[in-house]
């Protein structure tokens, strides 16, 4: 339903008083309708009214030229709409007015019906391109917060921006920590549903004898228990999103279920006596291979293909240490405003342990690990006795059989990286004292430290 501020406003500007009162009543009521006889009302209009739209004839009042008008507003709004109207059609004319960024060059006498069609095309065309240019905005400003520079990063970016505006359902998959939700959040606040509520439900968390009522709602006296009428939360999320986490444990039978509201957009309450239909969105997120629980038997393929209309999938944090420094970057300003600790810095050696380690709990763990180091830590730089002893004890996990040189290697350069680090920190950077700490040349040291990427320029941070 079109509210009273919807109305959009048409200004129509012709010489012809004629036309000006016919397409007036064409127009209306669906449209407010301005009329301008000359370049001059039609400015005045122009810069005191909201205008949506404009129809300029070729030919105005006192022999002002209309390709001429068209100019100015072109160049005072290049996106704002005009379409030219003309009693005779040339060529010439028409390849001007385009080239000067007509929407569109029409004659007037014919249909009138087609004017007006014309008109909604460009008031739609014009309201899509707003819409889009907002939404781009907020999904860049939303995914703002997912820090990463990384390729990986960057692909799962690109793959929020281009569906959070649609209405697909997205099934996001990734290990634990790996920033699921996050992603989730990220593509509801960039689409056309981020005024309305985000609802975020945990299958697993649920106990399983009151998932169907949480995720459906019941109607009163529909079973022990069930004093009142209760909304499940398909129904709380009317008009914006429902996030289904972990999305594997949800038990075969409600497994139908859902299948049924991601196909029929309707839900049954339980004892409801009609399907109530929702309009929601539906993002789903596993750390489970729920293609493999296919294969099993465990999750049904008809729902998988339902969630899986379009996959994000996130990687392991070890799979882009690159984005370790950025992020740690991130949670230190964070959580400095949280524990009025501002302007924490990291040890290059800390970073290094960072850098070294596994993250088996992701990004998660890796935020858990900065919020308790910025705790213990009584200065203002985090220092590798803040860091949990898993970390710093770390050798490089070995995931799958290596050739044994390169692994002895990969140890030896780590051990000659931490000690290198140990040096300078101690020795405020220099590399003559941190030499002699080594028992190694300076020249020796400086080899080192190029081949194993230290940047002995760098101040400590
Ligand atoms: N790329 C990232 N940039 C910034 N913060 C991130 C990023 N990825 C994850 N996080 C943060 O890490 C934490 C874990 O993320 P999130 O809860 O989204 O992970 P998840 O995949 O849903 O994990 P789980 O499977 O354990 O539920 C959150 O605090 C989140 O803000
Ligand atoms: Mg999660």
Avoid at 223 to 236: D, H, P, W
Avoid at 402 to 409: F, S
Wanted: glycine letters at 6%.
């Amino acid at each position: 339903m079109e509210t009273l501020d919807q109305v959009r406003t048409v200004l129509v500007v012709d010489d012809n008083k004629v036309f000006l009162e016919d397409f007036a009543s064409l127009m209306s009521p669906s449209f407010n309708v301005l009329t301008a006889q000359t370049e001059r009302e039609a400015f005045d209009l122009l810069n005191n009214r909201k205008v949506d739209v404009m129809l300029l004839d070729l030919v105005l009042a006192e022999g002002e030229s209309g390709m001429e008008v068209l100019r100015k507003v072109k160049e005072m709004m290049p996106d704002f709409p005009v379409i030219m109207l003309t009693a005779h059609a040339s060529v010439e004319s028409a390849v001007q007015a385009m080239r000067l960024g007509a929407y569109h060059y029409i004659t007037k006498s014919p249909k009138k019906e087609e004017l007006r069609t014309l008109v909604e095309k460009a008031l739609a065309e014009r309201e899509l391109k707003r819409d889009y240019e907002l939404l781009r905005e907020e999904v860049q400003r939303v995914s703002g917060t997912i820090v990463g520079e990384s390729p990986v990063i960057h692909q799962v970016f690109e793959s929020i921006q281009r569906v959070a505006m649609t209405d697909v359902t997205v099934l996001i998959t990734g290990a634990s920590g790996t920033g699921k939700e996050l992603v989730a959040r990220a593509i509801h606040a960039g689409s056309k549903r981020r005024q309305r509520v985000f609802v975020a439900v945990n299958c697993a968390s649920l106990v399983k004898e009151l998932i169907e009522s949480e995720l459906f709602g019941h109607q009163k006296g529909s079973f022990t228990g069930a004093s009142q009428t209760k909304l499940g939360k398909f129904e709380l999320a009317e008009g914006g999103t429902i996030f289904l986490d972990e999305i594997a444990e949800l038990d075969v039978h409600l497994q139908v279920k859902l299948l049924r509201v991601l196909q029929e957009r309707e839900i049954d309450r339980i004892g409801g006596a009609t399907p109530i239909s929702v309009d929601v969105r539906v993002l789903a997120a596993t750390n489970r291979d729920l293609s493999a629980m296919v294969e099993r038997g465990d999750f049904r393929q008809d729902l998988f293909y339902r969630l899986n209309v379009y996959p994000i999938s996130l990687p392991p944090l070890r799979e882009h240490k690159e984005d370790i420094p950025p992020l740690v970057e991130h949670f230190l300003q964070r959580y400095g405003k949280e524990l009025s600790k501002v302007d924490m810095k990291i040890s290059p050696l800390t970073l290094e342990y960072l850098m070294q380690y596994d993250w088996p709990g992701n990004v998660r763990e890796l935020e858990n690990v900065l919020q308790r180091a910025m705790l213990l830590s009584t200065g203002d730089t985090i220092h590798p006795d803040q860091l949990p002893k898993e970390i710093v004890e770390e050798r490089k996990a070995v995931h799958s059989p290596q050739p044994l040189h390169e692994l002895e290697k990969e140890a030896r350069d780590s051990a000659a990286r931490i000690a290198i680090f140990h040096a300078l920190d101690k020795t405020g950077w220099s590399i003559k004292e941190s030499a002699t700490l080594l028992g190694i040349p300076e020249k020796t040291l400086y080899d080192k430290c190029s081949r194993l990427g230290i940047k002995l320029k760098a101040k400590p941070r």
